[in-house]
């Protein structure tokens, strides 16, 4: 079954400051998933990756899929205490729409 | 996309009772999925729900325990029965996939005491 890895687990960053989340797969990924979650609440859906090489921005968000599509990297810019959350990246098994899950990425902005 | 309410938001139980919870979809899907996020974990899935048939069960996950309705395109209700201790979660459901972006509601926190 496939499995997806998320680096790190939690991160600590001084606002203004760049970060990187990773997520592996075991498995050539068919749909790439990254979620936003505030402690507690939903997902709060941020991009989907489909092809080898795609990458996608929205506002100071960038995601990438890489060209073997087994791996993925979320990029904030200049972050801000409102990116503070759990970050969640998440794949489509191929398997009827339902999607498996990394561990999370706790990220914490400090002011 | 897809806007999906969910409810109730939280809730706090006694063992051995039974919760319902709805999650109402502003557009029709084929396809609604139930999710349960234990504590300081990542989501599992429970079950799939089609319209029209019965849900599939992920392993792990069983009717009697987690029944789920899924009367219309639209809406769908998970159960929690008997409810313990090692139920409290976050449980979430969502639509999409499948090449598609995927959407989940806001999610019910639940506590049994």
């Known amino acids: 079954s496939q499995e997806l890895e998320q680096s790190p687990q939690s991160l600590i960053v001084q606002e203004g400051k760049n970060l990187t989340i990773n997520c592996t797969s075991s498995?050539?990924?068919?749909?790439l998933y990254w979620y936003k979650q505030k402690y507690g609440e939903g997902l709060i859906f941020l991009m989907m990756?489909?092809?080898?090489?795609e990458e996608k921005s929205h506002e100071k968000i960038t995601a990438k899929l890489d060209e073997k599509k087994q791996q993925s990297s979320l990029h904030i810019t200049a972050s801000q205490p409102s990116h503070a959350g759990i970050y969640l990246c998440g794949a489509d098994d191929n398997q009827g729409g339902k999607l498996i899950f990394g561990q999370g990425t706790e990220l914490s902005v400090k002011p | 996309s897809a806007v999906i309410s969910q409810k109730p938001s939280r809730d706090i139980c006694q063992r051995g009772t039974s919760l319902t919870i709805q999650c109402q979809v502003d557009?029709?899907?084929?396809?609604m999925f139930w999710y349960r996020q234990q504590p300081g974990q990542s989501l599992t899935l429970i079950a799939t729900?089609?319209?029209?048939?019965?849900?599939?069960?992920e392993s792990g996950f069983v009717i009697d325990k987690f029944p789920i309705s899924r009367p219309n395109l639209t809406f769908s209700t998970l159960t929690v029965s008997n409810m313990s201790p090692e139920d409290s979660s976050i449980y979430l459901c969502?639509?999409?996939?499948?090449?598609?972006?995927?959407?989940f509601g806001q999610g019910t926190r639940l506590t049994v005491v």
């Open positions: 729900a089609n319209q029209g048939s019965e849900a599939t069960y």
């Open positions: 969502s639509v999409g996939g499948l090449s598609t972006e995927a959407f």
């Open positions: 990756l489909q092809k080898g090489g």
């Open positions: 498995k050539t990924l068919y749909g």
């Open positions: 557009s029709q899907v084929t396809m």
